[in-house]
């Protein structure tokens, strides 16, 4: 049986803030191996309090850089499993940019490709100001990225097993 809780946007964005500008030892940097942005954003959403989903090929996890999923380091990947997971870790919807709050995640895109991961860490004015890795920043506009399209993943909450007393 699963139990759904929402998660804690508020942890998720300490986390951002302490980390956005260099990295956990606790995690390998995937920096110079295809980009550390989805890494960054999987954490976060780890730090907000999302169980791990351990299931081979289609899960979201991380026990070290050569036991993963594909999904806690691929934009792709990330996008397929918040959006279609009915089972343990974070689920999501799309919703339009113009709806993002804090906890939301942009993808970033050009062409048929997204590449990028942005964490929403405030909106000033309507503006949205992300956290993100391998372009390390915090607080800053969207609009200091250059982009060609974007898709937005509003996190609704996570599962996890419920243990019975």
């Known amino acids: 049986m699963l139990t759904e809780y929402a998660l804690d946007v508020n942890a998720e964005i300490n986390y951002a803030k302490k980390w956005a500008l260099s990295r956990n030892p606790a ?3 995937f920096e110079n191996v295809g ?4 890494n960054f954003i999987s954490q976060c959403l780890y730090a907000g309090g999302a169980a791990m989903n351990y299931t081979a090929d289609t899960g979201w996890y991380y026990i070290s850089p050569d036991n993963r999923a594909a999904a ?17 870790g974070p689920f999501g919807e799309i919703i339009p940019l113009y709806d993002v709050k804090k906890g939301d995640i942009i993808q970033l895109g050009d062409g048929e490709k997204f590449y990028h991961d942005l ?3 405030n909106v000033k004015d309507g503006i ?7 372009y390390d920043a915090y607080d800053v506009p969207l609009f200091s990225y250059s982009y ?3 898709r937005c993943i509003r996190i609704i909450g996570a599962r996890s097993a419920k243990i019975n007393a």
């Open 148 to 150: 060609g399209k974007t």
């Open 72 to 88: 806690w380091t691929s934009v792709e990947y990330l996008y397929k499993f918040l959006l279609r997971n009915k089972n343990i």
């Open 128 to 134: 949205p100001h992300i956290a993100a890795h391998t």
């Open 27 to 29: 995690y390998y940097n």
């Open 119 to 121: 964490l929403v860490v």
């Open 35 to 38: 980009g550390d942005c989805t």
